[in-house]
């Protein structure tokens, strides 16, 4: 398993932009598909993004799609939510998370590794 540290969230107006960080400590990092994932208050945790181990693949929620972008760099062991056009809906704690392959999963359960989550809160 890899640990996992997220940061870069805070507070935005809507329509303002935010970039996520997530470092991982461990070995292997670009044999590990990464995921972002969010939840907010009263709610189940739902996808976001992920991108695959060997960055051939991406996929997002329709709820952010064109306006979210994730991104990785192997040779930092980091991977990136670039968060664009933000809108009070996409309020929440977002996690990043981390398991072995190349399937780009979008379902909580299908991951091993989590961070500790950072506070997104967009105003209207």
């Known amino acids: 398993q890899v640990q996992l540290v997220e940061s870069g969230g805070g507070l935005v107006q809507a329509g303002g932009s935010l970039r996520l960080s997530c470092a991982a400590s461990g070995r292997n990092f670009n044999s590990y598909t990464m995921g972002w994932f969010r939840q907010a208050p009263g709610k189940d945790r739902e996808f976001v993004a992920v991108?695959?181990?060997?960055?051939?693949?991406?996929n997002y929620a329709d709820s952010v799609k064109g306006r979210f972008t994730i991104s990785r760099d192997n040779a930092k062991n980091t991977v990136y939510l670039q968060m664009d056009s933000l809108k009070p809906e996409d309020t929440a704690v977002y996690f990043c998370?981390?398991?072995?392959?190349?399937?780009?999963?979008?379902?909580?359960?299908?991951?091993?590794?989590w961070g500790q989550g950072t506070q997104v809160t967009v105003s209207s």
């Open positions: 998370a981390a398991r072995i392959g190349r399937v780009t999963y979008m379902t909580p359960s299908n991951y091993d590794s």
């Open positions: 991108i695959s181990s060997f960055r051939d693949g991406t």
